[in-house]
């Protein structure tokens, strides 16, 4: 038989809902206060809890700090001794010039023109060695005129007064006493001194400057450039006919002693 419930446990029924619509109008930092029942007991449902407090912003991490993924220890890489480049060394030492005498370099026309094998080759040399004496014979003509240019430059050098700085002071002219420079007697013995002077002082300087003049010409062709390369290519010429005309040369020597040896039946 199920008894009615009174009035008391409708009562009861309500404290929830009332909780909870008076903690809605506080706000969530309100707390529900629940009275215990009539009779002593406690209702069946669980009393109401705190609401959460709000998340307090954390504390920026200083710069200095290092993150925690940066403080994962990093792969080692391993390097084997060979592989390492040698360090060049703080002070080199240097080593000593090599004094001896250099072995002159051997000229490209004795690479180029080996010696000869065959008529063809003879042919062949013979029309290199026919193409070239032509400016060989001019440049050795271009030559020969300006060295001899030279060669009277120098001779018209030598019969010249020396420069002035290995000429020799001349007698002192000799100065008047004092208060007698109007004398006759004076005059006469500065002009005297003037005529046995063995090179009088117009005509010294004159001739001073013309060998200047004369020098600075003979050092201005020798150092030509001009003439400095026609004379090295007539130098180049003249051993490369001579290396051709020896090779032609032993070729027809090696060609008559095989024919004079042969046997005729």
């Keep these: 038989m199920q008894i009615p419930a ?72 391993i390097v084997f001794a060979d592989e390492l480049q040698p360090r060049a060394p703080l002070h080199p030492e240097k080593h000593p010039r090599d004094l001896g005498p250099r072995p002159n370099p051997v000229p490209d026309y004795e690479l180029k023109y080996p010696p000869v094998t065959s008529r063809r080759d003879r042919s062949r040399y013979a029309a290199v060695f026919q193409d070239q004496y ?35 002071p001349g007698p002192p002219v000799p100065q008047p006493p004092c208060g007698c420079a109007a004398s006759t007697g004076w005059n006469a013995v500065t002009a005297m001194v003037a005529l046995l002077s063995p090179f009088p002082t117009l005509p010294f ?32 010429l003249k051993g490369k006919l001579r290396h051709l005309k020896a090779q032609i040369r032993k070729f027809d020597d090696q060609r008559d002693s095989n024919s004079e040896n042969s046997v005729y039946f």
């Design 134 to 168: 032509e400016e060989f014979l001019e440049l050795q003509r271009q030559v020969g005129a300006m060295q001899a240019k030279l060669q009277q430059l120098e001779a018209l050098l030598l019969s010249l007064p020396p420069p002035r700085s290995q000429v020799s």
């Design 6 to 77: 009174g009035p008391s446990s409708r009562r009861r029924s309500r404290g929830p809902l009332a909780c909870g619509s008076q903690s809605r109008r506080s706000g969530p930092d309100a707390t529900c206060n629940s009275r215990p029942a009539a009779g002593g007991r406690q209702s069946a449902t669980a009393p109401c809890m705190p609401a959460r407090e709000r998340p307090q912003p954390r504390a920026g991490r200083p710069h200095c700090q290092p993150r925690p993924s940066e403080l994962r220890t990093r792969p080692r890489k």
């Design 205 to 236: 300087q004159k001739e001073v400057r013309m060998a200047a003049h004369v020098r600075r010409e003979f050092e201005k062709k020798r150092v030509d450039p001009g003439f400095l390369d026609k004379q090295a290519r007539c130098d180049y």
